[in-house]
């Protein structure tokens, strides 16, 4: 039996890896995607999370196709009770405005909810900031949505602090619903923007966090070991700077690896689970055998001189 971690201050609790849903629909066809769902929940695995932009960068695809094979998932597998579903809005263009318009919040909420073929998504996070709409508003739409039973925690993915803790200020002195979770960019290799300031502020206000690209696009998994296996993934180009500039954590982690007997994969998100707010971190697989490999992270425990190794390599 998992054990499950509370997120944040709210009432979910939640297995400590979170499954990506980016890939559903987009490097995983349907049965892809429904053995990877199905291997997650028999793991012990709880929360999915997915946005309705996924994956409208592919060619022929406009977004709302992760949602789409999620919900006939849900429907045929009959699992909804024992999943939370996550998933965004700000950052698919359609009906009521842009981004984060408290009209395209309320369209785009109801879209969501259709493709999933659910009453009411557990976390509706907004996917990037929007300076354009004041904060208050955009709270008071999610608030409809909390009233009306459609949404049940909000939270906030790719804020800046100085944004987070205005809108923190402005629920309270409101009272609005506050962003309970946050989703930020955050590994072993990418840290600035969410360590200091960011993480002392979902610190102080027991703010759940979910990172995302915990494996910084397959860079942790070792995968990556100079120029030539960069045409290993449609991401390689993502971490082909990381080559010169990180190699040296790949080092520290195949050290680990050897005393542990655990995978790289498995080091770089126990590592994140181990962090200070992090309740737990995202990641993907399009294959079981590669999801087995990542759910491993949630039974490792690194030593703390192991954490400490890894901390002062990465910084």
Known sequence: MTDLRQLGSTELHIG?????????????DTAASVAVLDAFVAGGGTMIDTADVYSAWAPGHVGGESETMIGDWLKSSGKRNRVQIATKV???????GAKL???????????????????????????????????????????RLIDAGK????????????????ALD??????????????????????????GELQDLCVTHNIGVVPYFGLASGFLTGKYRSCDDLGKSVRGDR????????????????????????????????????????????????TVVQLEDLMGAMKLTLHADQLDRLTAVGA
């Open 239 to 286: 971490v082909q700077a990381l080559l010169s500039e990180k190699m040296g954590v790949l080092v520290a982690m195949d050290a680990i690896a050897a005393e542990t007997g655990a995978t790289l994969a498995q080091i770089a998100l126990a590592w994140l689970i181990a962090q200070p707010s992090v309740t737990a971190p995202i990641a993907s697989a399009t």
């Open 151 to 166: 949404i049940r925690v909000i939270g906030a993915s790719n804020f800046r602090a100085a944004r987070l803790k205005s």
């Open 90 to 96: 700000g950052m698919l263009p359609g009906e009521g």
């Open 101 to 143: 318009a408290p009209g395209r919040i309320a369209a785009a909420c109801d879209a969501s909810l259709k493709r999933l073929g659910i009453e009411t998504i557990d976390l509706y996070f907004a996917h990037q900031d929007d300076e354009d709409v004041p904060q208050e508003a955009v709270l008071e739409a999610f608030g």
């Open 16 to 28: 400590p890896l979170v499954l990506g849903g980016n890939v559903f629909g987009w490097t995983a």
């Open 170 to 195: 402005l629920a309270t002195t409101h009272a609005l619903p506050h962003y309970h979770v946050l989703q930020p960019e955050y590994n072993l290799v990418s840290r600035h923007n969410f360590e």
